[in-house]
């Protein structure tokens, strides 16, 4: 499995490059899973859906399946705060790609969003992590870079590129066992 964080600010284009990234790697063959964080509260069942009524009754978890798809959903009894590890381990092991939304701060390697007009700081010249840019203005970078500045508006240069360095990416669970125990 190889396993490529994603990261910027809010606002960035992260969201609308992975949606055009994962059907580039699907066309070469490929299996594509998302890990992504979410800041707020979030909800993806809906109210007076059996699978929410369970939940609302007190189930610690609740698993639904069709012939199309599983969903899990897990309560916590007190607010946990996962690591992207602990997500990555609860997916399917036979996935050839985990593209990460968010965790900008996660040890993973990644490649950074940046766009000019957003305003914001880059994150490349402080983050170790960050093995790339995909922007959508290389002339305005505020720092020179070594690493390779990829065109954000070029999906299937992004794809081509985590492809061709795909060793790089190469994801060790026994390297971050102790964030998922």
């Not at 992260?14 to 580039?24: F, M, N």
């Not at 007190?58 to 399946?65: M, P, Q, S, T, Y």
């Amino acid at each position: 499995m190889k396993v490529v964080g994603f990261a910027g600010f809010s606002g960035s284009g992260k969201t609308q490059l992975l949606e055009r990234v994962i059907p580039a790697l699907r066309r070469r063959g490929l299996r594509v899973s998302v890990a992504k964080h979410a800041h707020h509260k979030f909800d993806i069942d809906h109210v007076g859906k059996d699978t929410f009524r369970h939940r609302e009754a007190g189930a610690f978890e609740v698993v639904v399946a069709s012939r199309n798809r599983l969903a899990l959903m897990r309560e916590f009894e007190r607010e946990s705060q996962l690591s992207v590890h602990h997500l990555i381990a609860e997916l399917y092991d036979g996935v050839d790609w985990v593209l990460v939304e968010g965790f900008k701060d996660s040890d993973l390697h990644k490649i950074e969003v940046w766009r000019a007009d957003a305003g914001k700081d880059a994150r490349y010249p402080h983050d170790e992590f960050i093995v790339a840019i995909a922007t959508d203005s290389p002339d305005r970078l505020p720092e020179a870079t070594l690493r390779p500045v990829l065109n954000l508006n070029d999906a299937e240069a992004v794809a081509q590129w985590l492809v061709d360095h795909g060793q790089r990416f190469d994801y060790d669970p026994d390297r971050h066992a102790a964030h998922h125990v």
